[in-house]
């Protein structure tokens, strides 16, 4: 439903409801900028400031955030905490958390926790409900190749499914039965489908239902087995072959990344960019971020180990 930024707005309607010394919101400090200005306006909506906002941060001259950090400040904030947001795989450094634990501490404090997947999603294997997220919003554009403008998703806890929380109402999440006997009460149906608000839009879902069939057909666990295959493939030979001119920040640990490696070009921001531009122009769809980051995802629906090194042997040019 939706798309990913306007579901988050519908989860926090939700699942953020301060109250008292309870008013807090816990996010990563280089959350992507979209999920910062839905959380501060809603801090703002509920006359609060960013005061509020609780932010962690990667250690003094680290690129990665670590769990213990998170768990110190959910532990310090923990009776002011309403709602942690946490990352599925962190957008600029590729960094995948362990959430279970963080999930887990969020709740154990008294706060609702939801994670953005934007990164995650058709990328990581998931496992929301053991691990008892309240809810997850995401986008299918990226890993889930449904194209840009694409309907995005949401995950709500089935404890969740009772249809008591406030949420904003519309007649796609009304009881499909009596959905066209135009009721003047919302009786919103049961678990994540009673947060519609409107249809979906029928072009921007098609493609998603293509690629969703082969996400399908081919497995999960396939696919992850195939996504670590292809990117430690590529952290070997840029290890190898491009040392000294190329610091990855991702994570190496298999469980702590996704198909993603973020890559610093070692010299200035102005000529790293100058390089994505070059790799673009000749062929080579990576992707940039300021201020000075190259991200490169093999993805194993449709990427090869030929690919790779060709990626690399284009990189290597380039450089």
Known sequence: MNSLTINLHLMMVSFFRPEGRRSKILIEQSAFPSDRYAVLSQLKFHGL???DLVEVAPRRGERLLRNADVLEAIERNAGELALLLLPGVQYLSGQRLDLAPLITAGRRVGAAVGVDLAHAIGNTPLELHDWNADFAVW????????GPGAVGGCF??????????????????????ARFMFEPGFRPIAGAEGW????????STAPLIASLELFERAGMARLREKSLALTAFLRQLIESRLAGRIDIITPSAPGEHGSQLSLRVLKSPADARRYQEALS????????REPDVIRMAPTPLYNSFSDVLTAVDMLERTL
């Open 49 to 51: 400031s960013e005061r």
């Open 139 to 146: 986008c299918s554009y990226k890993y889930l190749n449904a």
């Open 156 to 177: 709500v806890h089935e404890r969740h499914a009772n249809g008591k929380l406030p949420r904003f109402a519309g007649w796609w999440g009304h009881d499909k039965e």
């Open 196 to 203: 519609q608000v409107s249809n979906p839009p029928i072009f």
């Open 281 to 288: 122009a000749d062929g080579l769809i990576a992707d940039w």
